[in-house]
């Protein structure tokens, strides 16, 4: 089945210690998207990449990057992760903007 | 500043009823809407869109209705079954010039047996 895969579904780091989630997809999409979500909140787009192409939302702060290796790959790197940086990590995919979007299960990151 | 707002955190039902599910937006460049179905554990999953040509749409149990001049949406689940319970993401996009959904923070339907 085609679908969006995130690992590690659980993620405790220490604080400042740098932290890579992953998530890949077998959708052939040309879009993929990083989502941070806290607990009762909206899902906060942090940035996406169009293919190759990198946008980063004006509000996401610098500690975040991204890497898109290839289609199937997209990486969230987090460089210093501080105690509220703790949250539901999202991947998603699309097609083409502004089609629907299929989520990932999410990774848990927990911040000691 | 909210451009997509869910008023209602929490709405439980009787098995059988209708679930009303609503959805507020502020920016009117919002030409796209969709729904979202979450369970614990899981990421989002679609569930059905509506366009600003449209008023409404249908796909089986679950219906979309947009009202454009109040800048209102709102899902029924008609009938309503336990397998419904999940928190109901609202999102919205531009789909001219506008990549980015924008998401309500959701409500959480419980449907009792």
Known sequence: DAMVIQNPRYQVTQFGKPVTLSCSQTLNHNVMYWYQQKSSQAPKLLFHYYDKDFNNEADTPDNFQSRRPNTSFCFLDIRSPGLGDAAMYLCATSRDFNYEQYFGPGTRLTVT | DQQVKQNSPSLSVQEGRISILNCDYTNSMFDYF???????????????????????????????????????????????????????????????GSEKLVFGKGTKLTVNP
């Open chain 2, 34 to 96: 969709l729904w979202y179905k979450k369970y614990p554990a899981e990421g989002p999953t679609f569930l059905i869109s509506i366009s600003s040509i449209k008023d409404k749409n249908e796909d089986g149990r679950f219906t979309v209705f947009l009202n454009k001049s109040a800048k209102h949406l709102s899902l029924h689940i008609v009938p309503s079954q336990p397998g419904d319970s999940a928190v109901y993401f609202c999102a919205a996009s531009g789909r001219s």
